[in-house]
């Protein structure tokens, strides 16, 4: 099998974190970017033969992947291998899911797998993907598509899918307004979550009639549409997914969509508590990244309550709660960190109070500043959402690690 994961979004409504950065490489929980999720699943799977297809602003994910994803390539079928833009047929940028696999036939040609596995680098979950490979082997299917049950007053903010008894594809609308039940569960409706297993044959047949017309290029909205009344096309519960090491308290068939700053901090949040949602330990299926060469956060005097500390972080007497502090983080003397999200290698004054904020990477808040406080001044200096969460940009690099 061949792992194809669609790693070039440019992650507008995640701005300012994506200024600087596609959606991909954003950091997430300390220590990971979010690449590192669906990486992370494909390995813990056992699948080795992996193509990341980069575009918008990736030279941030370009050095992650480098630093954190060698797999060594002396062995034979081990490796992850940046795609950019090919361009083979014209001066092209990838343009859509869809079109990114098609500029890159020629790897699928040659690797000539069974199957290609398709997956989005934009969520935060675990997924044993094996299940769902042996799941479309076992229905004898052309094509699957990953799908989550979301509650029927939600689903319209999805591309839906419609399936008969035994699971086959029999509709796919995009955002509908009436979203059609999950069989047997009027309260549900299957989400497409943007994950597909092909057959090779079908893949590369239905890629190459796509690009010889006017469409989006795009797997949800043109490819699956059009295969599914011909096409033997079955939908894969995720909720019934089994990943080894999940705790009883996390939340079964936990994904979320980080595509929004008020996703991505309600994610951060999910992971604290003594029984979080979504617990990142998990030694039976870790998230993978890169090793930092720094040691272990120091406490020197303070109190820090229901919060992750990363790597060589240095908490100097200062209060944090239920927060999530990023790796070279320093905090001084007197300083409060409350319900938020400080980035790598950020430097907290003594005396400030950050409320509900997410900090990103190498930003010094000066002594006595208020952040999270006063909604209005904030939003002169930063970007604010509808909920409060204030996010301040990446700042310059202050050095190289």
Request: include cysteine; aromatic fraction near 10%; hydrophobic fraction near 40%.
């Amino acid at each position: 099998m061949l792992g194809m994961v669609l790693a070039g979004g440019r992650g507008e409504r995640l701005f300012p974190l994506t200024r600087d950065r596609s959606k991909p490489s954003v950091p997430f929980g300390g220590k990971y970017r979010i690449v590192d999720f669906v990486l992370s699943n494909f390995i813990n799977s056992g699948i080795y033969s992996i193509y990341v297809l980069v575009q918008y602003k990736s030279q941030s994910l370009i050095e992650h992947l480098r630093a954190a994803w060698r797999l060594g390539g002396r062995i034979k079928g081990h490796f992850i291998t940046i795609a950019p833009p090919q361009m083979r047929r014209g001066e092209v940028w990838y343009r859509g899911t869809a079109d990114a696999v098609y500029q890159n036939l020629h790897a699928i040609r040659n690797f000539d797998p069974e199957l290609v596995v398709v997956f989005g680098a934009d969520h935060i979950y675990r997924m044993d993907i094996a299940q769902m490979m042996d799941f479309h082997q076992e229905r004898k299917a052309d094509v699957t598509v990953a799908a989550i049950p979301v509650p029927i007053e939600s689903a319209s903010r999805f591309g839906i899918i419609k399936i008969n008894k035994e699971g086959r594809v029999v509709g796919f609308l995009e955002k509908p307004k009436e979203p059609p039940p999950m069989p047997g569960n009027p309260k549900f409706a299957y989400a497409s979550m943007g994950n597909y297993i092909f057959n090779k044959g079908i893949l590369m047949e239905t890629l190459l009639h796509d690009a010889k017309r006017h469409s989006e290029h795009d797997f949800g909205r043109t490819i699956i549409p059009e295969l599914f009344p011909e096409g033997r096309v079955f939908a894969y519960d995720f909720s019934r997914n089994e990943v080894p090491g999940l705790k009883p308290y996390e939340e079964p068939g936990y994904w979320r969509d980080v595509g929004s700053i008020q996703a991505y901090y309600d994610a951060h949040m999910d992971l604290l508590g003594e029984q979080p949602r979504f617990d990142l330990n998990n030694l039976e299926w870790p998230i993978l990244s890169d090793a930092v060469n720094a040691p272990a956060a120091r406490i020197l005097g303070g109190e820090v309550t229901d919060s992750f500390i990363g790597e060589g972080s240095v908490v100097k007497g200062a209060k944090v709660t239920r927060s999530i502090i990023g790796r070279g983080v320093e905090i001084d003397a007197g300083a409060e960190v409350d319900d938020s999200i400080l980035i790598d290698f950020c430097k907290i004054g003594s005396g400030s109070r950050i409320k509900r904020a997410i900090v990103d990477r190498f930003n010094l808040i000066k002594s006595g500043e208020r952040i999270g406080y006063d909604l209005e001044q904030d939003k002169q200096r930063f970007t604010v959402n509808n909920k409060g969460v204030v996010t301040i940009p990446r700042a310059t690099t202050r050095f190289f690690y």
